[in-house]
């Protein structure tokens, strides 16, 4: 059985809505999951926590975060999650920019061996 491309080692995520410029997503990430260390050249995102703790990574300088917060990646910042709580983190992801293709990723540091590569999702 094939794993669905939503699912992901940290959680998954779903497609809300998109449109010219623009990607929203829904992300679920499990307690001790962490996305990839990771940047972007074509775009920005904002993300809106809706539940859970979270340790953000914005250009190496670590906060931690619960519901409520609102989350800026500038275009090319190296950012990372992580879900902190017993509970998972669940956020909203806006990406906005002239390309949202999956292919625009760049990572850094991963805890799943994807070091270097630019495929789907962190």
Known sequence: ????????????????????????????????????????????????????????????????????AVLIIPIRSKHRLACISDTPAVFIEVQRGDYLGEDDIERFSDDYGREGTTSPHG
Do not use: A
């Open 1 to 68: 059985m094939n794993t669905p491309e939503n699912v992901r080692p940290w959680g998954r995520y779903d497609i809300l809505d998109c449109g010219d410029g623009y990607q929203v997503k829904r992300i679920t990430v499990n307690p001790g999951g962490r996305l990839s260390y990771q940047r972007h050249e074509m775009r920005e995102e904002y993300w809106v926590i809706l539940s859970g703790r979270v340790q953000f990574t914005l250009d190496d300088v670590e906060t931690e975060h619960g519901p409520g």
